[in-house]
């Protein structure tokens, strides 16, 4: 009896929400030969707060309010004009931002005490909150940061001007201030000022009411092709920066259409819909309504005139019409007086947020959404309808009120019944999709599902029915209050996997992720568990660090192929040294453990793993940073006695550095010390001695046997004499000389040990080959060799692909002194080499003038900076610094340098000075 009751309940259920289906099509409002809706998304529940046990009610006017949301049904941020949060609530609220996830919960309160008038509240496309005061102080809020707000002040950067007006465009900021100058900062984590345009027209003022309403073309939009800008003038027309110039104009369109004062303009969201666009809009004071398309120049536009007076503001529904949004209603106006109008049920205003598909209004009790009714719910429940979804929908209905003729109304479809049935459920699973509600949703997915019996077998496939259901749960999980994203499946369609899942980790919701990968079959979920361990070490401040590391590494295991440099950084950030150093021991990169190493001042650690891996370039770095952070001599040479091998590494990093700074002792010291330890240890003196009995012998020799060996380990060294011997190594010597045609003895002799690693397949040979030491195995053949095809013949040998083979011929040209040479090979090869490389080649091999040529390429002017003080070139580190405007770069040079700087200062800055009023003059 209970079984039949449930049933019967389930069946009553499905009836009423036929009819409500059914009667859909009267809540429509038709614009033209286009009909738009509006429907409730959920109720909202930020008027009443619960904290703790107690209960807070907080009445608040929208409409007098500062509210920002953030896109695809993200977040809503909320705050008084004034800078009070919510004017209406109780103490415990006021001076707060309000944070609400989109169903209106209370999710964060950020405390708000700044003097300086709010000039813009708005986020970015990565869902970071900005707040802009007038006093040139920026202020972001991160997702999921808990109040922690990241301050910048730019006033001295915008010559201490009041800041009127800011946009965000993307994750950028454009700013206006009071001294008639745009500015951009493209990094909001360096909050570095660019100024865009020097002044606008001073004769006409800005309109104070539309600052909030500038629009930004990028340059794959613009007509111009480069980024412009546009706002309303307060005397009529239209400011327009490009290239750095603001003029006024006042028509539009590739056929002018004049407009007077504008009083708003709006543009339609990116990705919105299938059409050219985005598109303009702008309402001028004479009532008239004016679309155009993006080329403000070329492209098409129209104008239609309303008569129903000025909106407080415009707004896109989605890519296909403009909303005039008035006190308690939106009217999406066309021309010749057509309209379709939704009044809001919001007695204390309401807000409107264009989306991708349509337009979000937040109301005092409830969310809403209007949108244009896609053609696929059209076809399915517009009344009378002959399409066969329609007739599905119809059969659907007979048969859960048990009405035999069900089944007639399915065969009634014509002779192509099984084409066009199949075209119906197609049409039934799309419109299934453009449900917001999942009660409507299930119906219709059902209905398709109940069609697709009466078709032969093989004639319907399956599987897209089963990816929308599976795209459905997805995106209605996303609903509960729990994540509280009202994001249609339109919007959720416009993102990609992987950019859906980024969102969700953005608010640490891990584990809707992982089930995401594992519904959509997506591979290399690394990224999530990144991500959580990261969370982890943040959120778990004092728990044991044993506890934390085996929590996390358990978790970690069921990810293979991790990397594990973010989470060794993370860990290293909250102070978890043990955690970060047990955690590089599972990263497979070299490069990746050794900066997270040097960061945390392990510096034997780093040394041991980079000698290990007869990674030279890698132990020079890590010796360079160790001075660079004043390590005392004594303790350098006493990391490097402490790792076998890096002696050998620090004598040849001292005897190079000296060629090219002769007057530095440090290295003199460096140098001499690590020399006697390395020959004075007992443990070496065997294999220098069976060297010696091969026929090397001298002492200079086997000197210079030990720098040129520097790559590898000491105790390497009796294997090292053994494969020297060997008649594998032999046989690879007769086989190398046809390429070499030199009579160098010392030099074949090395090719020769070389060789022989290489053909005895040694882990030793492996790891020096793979090293960045292939420049000191071809070099030891004939240096010569490598400039002429026969040094070709010698790179195959080896195995040395283009790139490779490019940097030995640079670094033999360098060591031969032909620069004649090594310039030729740049100019023909063209390598997409970093200038780094270049600058410290010559450097080595001591042209310090064409070292400055290359350090000057260099981006980063702390690096050329460096460089350049390495090579005592004062005059052009000091010029790098007074260009770059950085005072701390200059207090270096002071510090490192002997010699007065200030005449260098001065003549640095005539310098810029002639340069900027060069390029002011010029354009």
């Known amino acids: 009896v209970g079984s039949v009751r449930c049933v019967q309940e389930t069946d009553t259920r499905m009836m009423d929400i036929a009819d409500k289906l059914q009667e859909m099509s009267s809540e429509w409002a038709q614009r033209g030969n286009a009909n738009y809706r509006m429907f409730k998304m959920c109720d909202l529940q930020w008027t009443t707060f619960i904290i703790g046990s107690e209960k807070y009610n907080s009445e608040f006017e929208i409409s007098g309010s500062l509210v920002a949301c ?3 049904g993200g977040p809503i941020a909320v705050m008084n004009r004034k800078g009070n949060f919510l004017s209406g609530g109780t103490h415990l609220l006021k001076d707060h931002i309000g944070i609400f996830n989109a169903c209106g919960k209370l999710t964060d309160k950020v405390p708000w005490k700044e003097k300086g008038d709010v000039v813009r509240l708005e986020y970015t496309a990565d869902e970071v909150l900005v707040i802009v005061t007038s006093d040139g102080h920026i202020h972001m809020l991160k ?13 001295k950067k915008i010559e201490n001007s009041i800041i009127e007006g800011a946009k965000v465009h993307e994750n950028s900021l454009l700013i206006l201030t009071a001294m008639k100058k745009i500015y951009i900062i493209e990094d909001l984590n360096d909050c570095e000022p660019k100024t865009i345009c020097e002044a606008y027209s001073a004769e006409r003022s800005l309109l104070a009411s539309m600052i909030e309403e500038i629009i930004v073309l990028d340059e794959s939009i613009s007509g111009s092709k480069s980024m412009e800008i546009l706002f309303p003038c307060a005397e009529g027309g239209l400011y327009r920066v490009k290239d750095g110039e603001a003029i006024v104009i006042n028509a539009i369109g590739e056929k002018p259409i004049n407009f007077e004062k504008i009083l708003h303009i709006a543009i339609s969201p990116p990705n919105a819909g299938e059409k050219k666009g985005p598109f303009l809009a702008f309402f001028t004071e004479s009532e008239d309504i004016i679309i155009g398309e993006c080329n403000i120049d070329g492209g098409k536009a129209l104008k239609y005139t309303t008569d129903e007076g000025a909106p407080d503001s415009l707004v896109w529904t989605g890519a296909e019409t403009v909303g005039l949004v008035y006190n308690d209603r939106v009217i999406l106006a066309g021309p010749n007086n057509t309209k379709a109008e939704f009044y809001v049920e919001s007695f204390k205003g309401f807000y409107c947020y264009p989306e991708v598909d349509g337009i979000r209004i937040l109301a005092n009790t409830a969310c809403f959404f209007i949108e244009k009714v896609p053609a696929v719910v059209e076809a399915a429940f517009t009344p009378a309808s002959l399409d066969p979804s329609a007739h599905i929908i119809s ?78 749960r997805i995106v209605n999980q996303l609903h509960v209050q729990k994540y509280g994203r009202l994001m249609t499946y339109a919007q959720y369609k ?64 069921e990810c293979p192929n991790l990397s594990y440099k973010k989470i060794a950084l993370a860990a290293e950030k909250e102070g978890r040294n043990e955690i970060a150093l047990s955690l590089l021991k599972n990263e497979d990169s070299i490069k990746d453990q050794v900066p997270i190493l040097l960061g945390m001042k392990q510096y034997i650690p780093a040394l041991n793993i980079a000698t290990t891996n007869c990674e030279a370039d890698i132990v020079y770095g890590i010796i360079s940073e160790m001075r660079k952070a004043e390590v005392p001599m004594v303790d350098i040479i006493s990391a490097c006695a402490a790792v076998e091998g890096a002696i050998s590494f620090l004598v040849s990093y001292a005897q190079q550095r000296k060629m090219i700074n ?26 220098f001695r069976k060297l010696s009995a091969y026929g090397i012998g001298e002492v200079e020799e086997i000197d210079q ?90 790179a195959k040998k080896l195995n040395l692909d283009r790139k490779q083979y490019t940097l030995v011929r640079l670094r033999a040209a360098a060591k031969c002194n032909d620069w004649g040479q090594y310039m030729e090979i740049i100019k023909k090869e063209k390598p997409k080499i970093n200038p780094q490389f270049f600058a410290q080649t010559c450097m080595e091999f001591g042209n310090k003038e064409l070292a400055i040529i290359f350090i000057k390429q260099i981006t980063s002017p702390d690096d050329k900076v460096s460089m350049l003080l390495d090579i005592e070139a004062h005059k052009e580190a000091i010029e790098v610094a007074v260009f770059a405007a950085k005072q701390e770069l200059i207090d270096e040079i002071r510090a490192r340098v002997k010699i007065d700087i200030d005449p260098f200062i001065q003549e640095a800055l005539q310098k810029r000075k002639k340069q900027a009023h060069f390029i002011t003059k010029n354009y």
Not at 145 to 154: C, Q, S, Y
Not at 530 to 536: F, N, R, S, V
Not at 708 to 724: A, G, T, Y
Not at 768 to 789: C, G, Q, Y
């Open 395 to 472: 059969a659907y209905q007979k048969y859960l009120a048990g009405d035999p003729r069900a089944e007639d109304t399915l065969k009634s479809i014509k002779e192509d019944s099984n084409k066009s049935l199949s075209e119906g459920i197609n049409t039934l699973i799309k419109a299934a999709t453009c449900e917001f509600t999942p009660e409507y949703q299930k119906y219709i997915l059902k209905a398709a599902s109940f069609a697709k019996n009466f078709l032969p077998p093989g004639q319907f496939n399956a599987e897209e029915l089963v990816q929308t259901v599976k795209h459905l």
């Open 705 to 794: 046997l030990i720098d040129n060996l520097h790559v590898v380990h000491i105790k390497d060294l009796e294997k090292r004499v053994s494969l020297l011997l060997t008649k594998t190594a032999k046989t690879s010597f007769q086989r190398i000389k046809p390429f070499i045609g030199a009579d160098m003895d010392y030099q074949l002799m090395k090719s020769h040990e070389y060789l022989g690693m290489k053909k005895k397949g040694t882990d030793l040979g492996e790891k020096f080959l793979r090293s960045d030491s292939i420049f000191n195995t071809i070099m030891l053949v004939n240096e010569k060799a490598v400039l002429t095809p026969i040094g070709e013949g010698i």
């Open 662 to 687: 002769p007057s530095d002792d440090t290295l003199s010291s460096i140098f001499e010390i690590a020399r006697r330890l390395d020959q004075k240890n007992p443990a070496h003196q065997e294999p």
């Open 143 to 155: 997702p999921k940061e808990e109040g922690l707000m990241v301050v910048r002040d730019i006033s």
């Open 494 to 557: 416009k993102l990609k996997p992987k950019q859906f899942v980024k969102i969700l980790m953005r608010y640490h919701h891990h584990f809707l992720s992982n089930e995401v990968y594992k519904y959509l079959n997506m591979e290399d979920k690394s990224v999530i568990y990144e991500d959580w361990a990261i969370q982890k070490l943040r959120c778990s401040r004092g728990e044991p660090e044993e506890k934390l590391f085996e929590d996390i590494k358990k978790k970690l295991s």
């Open 70 to 72: 953030a896109c695809y």
